[in-house]
Structures are given as C-alpha cells and as structure tokens.
C-alpha cells in the first residue's frame, strides 16, 4: 500500500514537473554598443512543457523597427547597423500550454558628443556688460562639459561639470582682454566635439594680419626668417604657431619676427601669424618648403648570384624631387654592355659572368646636392 501511495505520489510530481511554465535565460542581459554597430540577443527555453512559441517585442510597445530581425525558430533577435532609436529595453515572451514567461534585455546606444551654443559667434560686448553663454550637449554616455579661454596659444579652463546637459559661463566685461575665443568642449569615452564662440568688444578696430612673404623655400641647414604686421585697435599682439605641430624646437619669436635656425625636411609647413586684440583677431599664413639633398639606400646591398642568372639593385633616395639616378662600378672598371638603369633607379644586368663580380655605386642627385650607396655583387661560376 506504501509502495502504491508512493508511485502516485512519485507520478504526480514528474507530471508537475513536466506541465510548467517556460523558464527562459537570455545573452547578454544588457550590451552597449556604437551606433551603427550589430548586436544579437539569444532567448533560451532552459525548460517547461513543450511545444514553446518565442517571439519579441519592445517593452514600451514601440515597433521593433525596420534593421531589427527575429530569427526562424523566434530565439534569436539580431539589430543591424544600431541606430539611437534602437535603444531600451527589448522583452523575450515565451508560451505554453501552462502559461508565459517573459524576460527582458537593455541594450544602450554609444554616441559620439555634440555641442550646441547659444548665442552663436561673434557676441559683442561693452565695458561693465553681463555675459551670458549657454552650452548644451548630447551624447552616450554623457559627456562632460567644459569652458574654456584660448590665449597665447594655450586654453584656460574656466568652468566644468561632468552631470549636467547644459553649462552656462557668465562674466562681467570688465577690461578689453576680457574679449577674446571662448570654447566649449564636450568629451566621452566615445570622442569630443567643440564649438567656439569669439567675444569682442564694441568700438574697436579688428586686426589686419599680414606677412612680407606668404611662400619661403629653403636649404636644410639655413636660417629662415618670417616677418608679420598687423594693424588694428587697440594695437594687436602678434604670436607665431605652426598648422598641426609645434614650433620647432630652435626657434625665436620677437614681436612679429619669427627665426627658425638650421631649418630640416620636418620643419616644412604652414607658418600661421595670429594678431589678437579686443575687438577681434586675424590669421596670415607662411608656407615653408626646406629642400633637403637625396639620403640614398641599395635593395638589396648585398647579392651572391650564380653565372647566367639576372642582377637587380633598386637605388631608393629621399629628399627633395626631381632626384636621378646614376650607376656605376667601384674602381673604374666599366658596367657590363648588358646592364640597363632605368629612371627610377633600378639596375638590371642578364646574363651574369664572374667577371661582374665587385661594388657597386649608386649617386642619387637632385638641385640640393647628392647622396650615394654601395652594393657588392658576388657571381658564383
């Protein structure tokens, strides 16, 4: 009688163990991703009774949209090329004949910061005036919020915060080197974005930069000297920057004299003047171009060949271009009557014999000067 109330017992159980409710896991439980970056989630029936039907929807009942596929068998939900409206919650419903089970996922949309300032530049202000100058920023995650003074080509850090949306910088106008380039940047682990906004002072003269030469070519190894002027009200101060890179390290700046000392190939570029005053600022621009003679390199600068076989040396230089390119033998012997040299450098002799055996010269020359390199050339019999 124990053993038949037991067996009921024991039946009862396995029959509410298999009639139940889908119980469900899903991968990952959250994901932050880049927009347009491709995420899938994975709803998994771990058990209940069978059949189970999955499907997904949104948890705000918003349409799961048009780069969202679910896959055949409903378990897998992929998103395509992630776009800011694909963010929120998305929720796996699985249904059986016991009941529904739901569970949900988060997925967050990473987005580079944006800037918006109000008022747009330039803003002009008088002696004693309030200043008011709203930021306001986008992005995930939120990106910090800073003001910041540009002068004398460095930025002063006025005013942070890394919680709000908006940041509003206010001053009273003081004095006219209160005027100037006013930034705000907003900066993630996505990236930064900035707007820049120019504050001058009503009643001035805007400055007028100008450079006695817009185009220099030099030699390496000379001194070059760049002159600027400017004019406006009250008198701009002049300094010296370089586009994309610092000054050189031997450099000098007096007044709107710049002297740069044994120019090299690295310090070509644009040479900007920037002339700044309260009531606005002005750029000229100095393009410098240093000539450097040919360093000059053999590919390869050591071969061992057998006789018959076919020789080529690549002579690569860098330096200022046009470069040519001469070949010749160590010693004075003659180049064999089958060697060719192409303009680019390139030496090629078929048919090897012994007797081409030795070094090889390559002269690399251009209107700066030259640059040679050697090879030595080994013809096995």
């Given at each position: ?18 009639a ?5 896991s899903?991968?990952?439980?959250s ?46 939900l ?100 209160d ?18 906004v ?12 100008s ?21 406006g ?48 600022y ?27 076989e ?29 060697a ?42």
């Amino acid at each position: 009688m124990d053993f038949v109330r037991a067996a009921v017992i024991l039946s009862s159980l396995l029959v509410a163990a298999l009639a139940q409710k889908p119980v469900l896991s899903i991968e990952p439980r959250s994901a932050a991703i880049k927009q347009d970056e491709t995420i899938s989630f994975r709803c998994r029936v771990v058990s209940g009774s069978q059949p189970v039907q999955l499907e997904w929807k949104r948890v705000n009942n918003q349409a799961l949209g048009d780069n969202v596929k679910v896959g055949p068998d409903g378990s897998v939900l992929t998103i395509a090329y992630a776009r800011p409206s694909n963010q929120g919650q998305y929720r796996c419903i699985a249904t059986n004949a016991q009941g529904k089970t739901t569970i949900n996922t988060v997925l967050t949309i990473k987005q580079v910061p944006k800037v918006w300032v109000t008022p747009s530049s330039p803003v002009m202000a008088r002696m004693g005036g309030a200043l008011s100058l709203e930021c306001s920023a986008s992005g995930k995650p939120r990106p910090s919020i800073t003001w910041l003074k540009q002068e004398w080509g460095s930025e002063n850090v006025l005013i942070s915060t890394t919680t709000d949306t908006k940041l509003v910088l206010q001053m009273t106008v003081m004095a006219p080197e209160d005027a100037g380039m006013f930034v705000c940047r907003a900066q993630s682990s996505q990236g930064s974005a900035e707007e820049k906004v120019e504050l001058r002072m009503a009643g001035g003269a805007e400055p007028r930069a100008s450079v006695s030469q817009t185009d220099i070519k030099a030699v390496e190894g000379q001194m070059v000297t760049m002159h600027c002027q400017a004019t406006g009200s009250p008198s701009p101060v002049i300094s010296w920057s370089k586009l994309r890179a610092p000054l050189p390290w031997q450099h000098r700046a007096e007044g709107g004299t710049l002297t740069l000392t044994s120019v090299g190939r690295q310090d070509s570029g644009q040479y900007i003047c920037n002339a700044t005053n309260a009531a606005g600022y002005s750029e000229a621009y100095v393009q410098l171009e240093v000539d450097t003679p040919p360093y000059a390199t053999s590919i390869p600068d050591q071969v061992v060949a057998r006789r018959g076989e076919t020789l080529r040396l690549q002579c690569i230089a860098h330096g200022s271009h046009p470069i040519s390119y001469r070949w010749s033998r160590v010693g004075g012997a003659s180049l064999s009557s089958g060697a060719k040299v192409t303009k680019d450098g390139m030496l090629t002799i078929a048919q090897l014999k012994v007797s081409d055996s030795g070094n090889y010269k390559c002269v690399a020359s251009n209107h700066v000067g030259t640059g040679e390199t050697f090879a030595s050339v080994t013809v096995r019999a």
